[in-house]
């Protein structure tokens, strides 16, 4: 039998996926005729599902159902000329073919880069070709017969691409444009964002945070899947503290492993695979302020205000650092108690954090 649970980042799992409420929101939004918001951003920690959230909206939207109702969705790569994937991807709409194909230049030779140069077409004399102009009237052109467009983006960061995208994205979100965008990325590439100029939508955009997965379907997939009872599935469920990565690897863990292994045999391994596939590089990513900080939520499950006060060099800066790991999904926080949120990360903290 094939193993159900699914360890490799980005890839989606087709047996052991579990729903969250964030993915109902943005599509039960997305479903009004007039949706209160266009953008979303999703935020987390890696390997927390940001992935696995976007390609379940998108594949919402490009049901039978959905197509019926005029929706087209375009997944777009941020390390590429965005505008131009778009553009591209539009052109090959039946629509838009009949509408161009009058039109004195190939716009779509263009937007591929076939054409004599970078902006520019050929129609016997040289003009200026505007990908975003283009575009504009394209869209213009699909809300016109009813489509809407859903266009998702994985891992954004402020690069040159994203900045120009986001910046024509926002001219058709104020222009009223049938356009929605998910775009997903770890919480400091998407801040970086926000400070660049004529990006205000962008900021104001929703932002969704992944949330811990519910033990309870945890516990349920493991009885379904891996044919353990009960008590076992909800002490492995605990285990993994809702984290999806931790979710999908401890399951993988437990199918191929040796009929005399035992639980504790494989959360060692868990543990592992942690460390040197998620851990390590979050901690890399954190600033020293954030390490001090967390280095302090090592020893029990969960410390009230005061006490992290009492610890800190300087407290009064606790409630920037507190919002911000917040924010990233390295600690949880719940009415002035705040904890660690990944399964076993202070176990890594102190076993190869304490120094530096």
């Known amino acids: 039998m094939q193993n159900p649970f699914t360890t490799t ?27 209160s918001e266009s953008v979303y951003k999703i935020t987390g920690v890696r390997g927390s599902g940001k992935t696995v959230l976007l390609a379940k909206i998108e594949e919402e939207f490009q049901s039978e159902y959905r197509k019926k109702e005029g929706w087209l969705v375009y997944r777009l790569s941020p390390t590429r000329d965005m505008l131009r994937q778009l553009a591209s991807a539009i052109c090959k709409e039946n629509i838009i073919k009949e509408k161009y194909k009058e039109k004195s230049f190939n716009i779509s030779a263009n937007v591929m880069g076939t054409g004599i140069g970078v902006g520019m077409a050929h129609t016997g004399q040289d003009e200026l070709f505007d990908v975003g102009i283009e575009l504009e009237e394209m869209i213009i052109e699909l809300a016109r017969c009813g489509k809407k467009i859903m266009i998702g983006v994985d891992e954004v960061s402020k690069t040159q691409h994203m900045i120009e995208f986001a910046s024509e994205s926002g001219k058709w979100t104020r222009a009223g444009y049938p356009v929605y965008l998910v775009c997903t990325g770890l919480y400091d590439n998407i801040e970086q964002l926000y400070n660049v100029n004529n990006l205000t939508f962008f900021r104001r955009a929703t932002t969704v945070k992944t949330d811990p997965l519910n033990l309870i379907r945890i516990s349920d997939i493991y009885i379904n899947k891996l044919g353990v009872d009960k008590e076992k599935a909800r002490e492995m469920a605990k285990l993994t503290n809702g984290y999806p990565y931790a979710y999908q690897e401890l399951g993988g863990l437990y199918f191929k492993k040796n009929k005399n292994d035992t639980l504790e045999d494989i959360k060692e391994s868990l543990k592992a695979e942690l460390y040197a596939y998620a851990y390590e590089k ?8 954030d390490r001090a900080l967390v280095r302090l939520l090592t020893e029990k499950r969960e410390y009230s205000r005061e006490e992290i006060l009492e610890k800190m060099k300087k407290p009064g800066n606790y409630s920037v650092y507190r919002d911000r790991l917040d924010k990233r999904g390295i600690i ?13 990360f202070n176990e890594y903290i102190k076993d190869y954090c304490m120094e530096g």
Not at 14 to 22: S, V
């Open 9 to 35: 980042y980005s890839k989606i799992p087709d047996y052991t996926y579990i729903p969250t409420e964030q993915t109902r929101e943005i599509i039960e939004n997305f479903s009004y005729d007039r949706p």
């Open 282 to 289: 979050i901690w890399e990513e954190m600033s020293a302020e």
């Open 332 to 344: 949880s926080s719940r009415r002035g108690y705040i904890s660690l949120a990944l399964p076993f």
